[in-house]
């Protein structure tokens, strides 16, 4: 999916952020502040997803990057936040972006004390009050998410993309602590390469005059973009 809007509301916002690597999440967010409002356009845009695990862990990382990257600058100030976007987007904002990060950094802590509980519930036949509580709470939080997680995959495929789905479904765990290691990478990189793009390649999609890239090209280092041109808007 891709952004698309015109340019002079482009202008109005202050233009592309240059050195946001998750550059739509920034955009959206101040679209909405300045009043704007987003739908989505029912003819896709097509483009194949990462194939190769490497691939998919960079993107990953640069997209954790840029929420943290657009969370920081837009709740340097949260009272005026709030006040422009109003109640349920604020809210929003913190479950998509901090939240997303918070509950991929958890992940991890969440699987080592369910198997820790597990193993004690299992070598000494019961728990006190205090480790039952928390391997319920644990178990609970486990299911709910990769419940909604499953659900709102499900509901987004086309019946011909479902076959397949519940095998798929199994690697949950597995694909979740990839996410984690994304959003660690991504923490690492915010303090010291926070403007670092990742490249990733993409496929040409059959039909279309898609993006392309090499599967061998390496990353590097991006040069600094030209400043966008109108006005430049601080939220500081």
């Known amino acids: 999916m891709r952004p698309h809007f015109r340019r002079r509301a482009l202008i109005a916002v202050g233009g592309w952020d240059p050195y946001n690597v998750t550059e739509d ?3 959206g967010t ?15 845009t097509l483009e194949d997803a990462p194939d190769e695990v490497g691939v998919w862990l ?21 009272a005026r936040f709030y006040r422009e976007v109003g109640a349920a987007s604020f809210i929003a904002v913190q479950v998509m ?21 597990g193993a004690k519930l299992g070598w000494a036949g019961t728990l006190d009050g205090g480790d039952a509580v ?26 011909a993309d479902r076959r397949g789905f519940w095998k798929n479904a199994a690697l949950t765990p597995a694909y979740w602590l990839l996410m984690s290691a994304a959003a660690l990478r991504a923490c690492w990189q ?28 390496r990353f590097r280092r991006s040069p600094r973009p030209p400043q966008p041109a109108g006005p430049r808007v601080s939220f500081r």
């Open 134 to 159: 928390l391997l319920a709470l644990a178990l609970f939080n486990m299911v709910l998410g990769y419940g909604s997680f499953l659900a709102l995959g499900l509901r987004c495929l086309d019946k």
């Open 25 to 27: 999440a920034d955009l």
């Open 58 to 78: 960079r993107q990953r990382t640069r997209w954790f990057k840029g929420w943290i990257q657009t969370w920081f600058v837009h709740m340097r100030r949260p």
């Open 97 to 117: 972006f901090a939240g997303m990060i918070a509950s991929a950094l958890a992940h991890p802590v969440l699987l080592a004390s369910i198997a820790y509980l």
């Open 30 to 44: 101040r679209f909405a502040r300045f009043g704007y409002r987003c739908e989505t356009i029912t003819c896709p």
């Open 190 to 217: 915010i303090c010291w390469w926070p403007h670092y793009w990742e490249k990733t390649p993409h496929k040409r999609h059959a039909g279309t005059e898609g993006e392309t890239g090499s599967p061998h090209a």
